[in-house]
T-cell receptor
Framework: GENVEQHPSTLSVQEGDSAVIKCTYSDSASNYFPWYKQELGKGPQLIIDIRSNVGEKKDQRIAVTLNKTAKHFSLHITETQPEDSAVYFC??????????FGAGTTVTVRA | EADIYQTPRYLVIGTGKKITLECSQTMGHDKMYWYQQDPGMELHLIHYSYGVNSTEKGDLSSESTVSRIRTEHFPLTLESARPSHTSQYLCATTGVGSGYTFGSGTRLTVV
């Protein structure tokens, strides 16, 4: 099955700086790569996703890049704000079936 | 307004009791999932269903069971709760071309 590795496990950034989280996947057939944000006491929420026919996608301060050859994808958050503090998960799947999740990254934005 | 609902949000129960965690969605999706989230925040798939009367075990072995007799309802049952079952349980659903939508979770404590 698919194996997704996520790094780093914790990330502390100064408010206004950028945060980058990286994931690798093992199954070259995977074609769907979502990112989720989980705040304390809540379930994970989809924040951005990318499919394998696209190399980059941006939504305001959040962007995701995909390198199919190297089988890795990354989340970039620019101009970080305190409300960006949360746990972030990457995931991968083939044809919208069950997702394989990374282990999560705890992001702390220091004021 | 949430499209997927989990009840209860919190449950403290004694060892040996039978419990059912409820999950309902109003999105009409066929695919539903149960994840167990450990204190380190990793998400482990324990059950999934691709439609009515279809249930499968996930990647993490679990003593719980599930049923899917209606599209909108995917309850999880523990016949005899043990302290090792203490965890957060997250339900999710997904439609064609869309990412997962998670419920808010049930935090279970078995004493």
């Amino acid at each position: 099955g698919e194996n997704v590795e996520q790094h780093p496990s914790t990330l502390s950034v100064q408010e206004g700086d950028s945060a980058v989280i990286k994931c690798t996947y093992s199954d070259s057939a995977s074609n769907y790569f979502p990112w989720y944000k989980q705040e304390l006491g809540k379930g994970p929420q989809l924040i951005i996703d990318i499919r394998s026919n696209v190399g980059e996608k941006k939504d305001q301060r959040i962007a995701v890049t995909l390198n199919k050859t190297a089988k890795h994808f990354s989340l970039h958050i620019t101009e970080t704000q305190p409300e960006d503090s949360a746990v972030y998960f990457c995931a991968a799947s083939m044809r919208d079936y069950k997702l394989s999740f990374g282990a999560g990254t705890t992001v702390t934005v220091r004021a | 307004e949430a499209d997927i609902y989990q009840t209860p949000r919190y449950l403290v129960i004694g060892t040996g009791k039978k419990i059912t965690l409820e999950c309902s969605q109003t999105m009409g999706h066929d695919k539903m999932y149960w994840y167990q989230q450990d204190p380190g925040m990793e998400l482990h798939l324990i059950h999934y269903s691709y439609g009515v009367n279809s249930t499968e075990k996930g990647d993490l072995s679990s003593e719980s069971t599930v049923s899917r007799i209606r599209t909108e309802h995917f309850p999880l049952t523990l016949e005899s709760a043990r302290p090792s079952h203490t965890s957060q349980y997250l339900c999710a659903t997904t439609g064609v071309g869309s990412g997962y939508t998670f419920g808010s979770g049930t935090r279970l404590t078995v004493v």
